[in-house]
Antibody
Framework: QVQLVQSGAEVKKPGASVKVSCKAS????????MHWVRQAPGQGLEWMGM????????DYAQTFQGRLTMSRDTSTNTVYMELSSLKSDDTAIYYC??????????WGQGTMVTVSS | IQLTQSPSSLSASVGDRVTITCRAS??????LAWYQQKPGKAPKLLIY???TLQSGVPSRFSGSGSGTDFTLTISSLQPEDFATYYC?????????FGPGTTVDLK
């Protein structure tokens, strides 16, 4: 079946980086843009950016410019989201979600990233 | 593009008709989607293109609107519908979500 499976929870210290993976299965990986959305504890949803798995082109929210890198590996149908210079405010659940015509119809299960000294 | 939702929360009973409003700070045509999120779960797509029901979503959910004003309606609230609902604009980047509307049991 169509699914996105994300890597496990992470605990990082302020200033460190985190890299979260999202492995797609059950559909044509290169035909759907992949987006990342985060949700701080008890808060709403925040769009972070997207990657085109076909050519690797990316578009990031201005909020994360300079700290966020998305990449993909077409041999394993996996996309990655790396956030650097972590702050306590980056503590959140990070989701990947695919988009084509029906936006974000499939989501990963979420990855909790905790930033704490 | 900023999105506002009203109300921020509401209390309702099973069988009630529930309407949630999403307003955009500028016109977004019909590039709006609605999501339902339950605690500890990823959001679930309900409606896209303002009024297109996602496959598998019950017909008691409906969406309407265009330009700046949109509504999500649940015609007869069911126990499994108690959740938080978010709108999302897809007219331009950065994509933005509304702040959410929590529907709980009266």
């Amino acid at each position: 079946q169509v699914q996105l499976v994300q890597s496990g929870a992470e605990v990082k210290k302020p200033g460190a980086s985190v890299k979260v993976s999202c492995k797609a299965s059950g559909y044509s990986f290169i035909n759907y843009y992949m987006h990342w959305v985060r949700q701080a504890p008890g808060q709403g949803l925040e769009w972070m950016g997207m990657i085109n798995p076909s050519d690797g082109n990316t578009d990031y929210a201005q909020t994360f410019q300079g700290r966020l890198t998305m990449s993909r590996d077409t041999s394993t149908n996996t996309v990655y989201m790396e956030l650097s210079s972590l702050k306590s405010d980056d503590t959140a659940i990070y989701y990947c979600a695919r988009k084509m015509i029906a936006p974000f119809d499939i989501w990963g299960q979420g990855t909790m990233v905790t930033v704490s000294s | 593009i900023q999105l506002t939702q009203s109300p921020s929360s509401l209390s309702a009973s099973v069988g009630d008709r529930v309407t949630i409003t999403c307003r955009a700070s500028q016109g977004i045509s019909r590039y709006l989607a609605w999501y339902q999120q339950k605690p500890g779960k990823a959001p679930k797509l309900l409606i896209y293109s303002a009024s297109t029901l996602q496959s598998g979503v019950p017909s008691r959910f409906s969406g309407s609107g265009s330009g700046t004003d949109f509504t999500l309606t649940i015609s007869s609230l069911q126990p499994e519908d108690f959740a938080t609902y978010y709108c999302l604009q897809l007219n331009g980047y950065p994509l933005t979500f509304g702040p959410g509307t929590t529907v709980d049991l009266k």
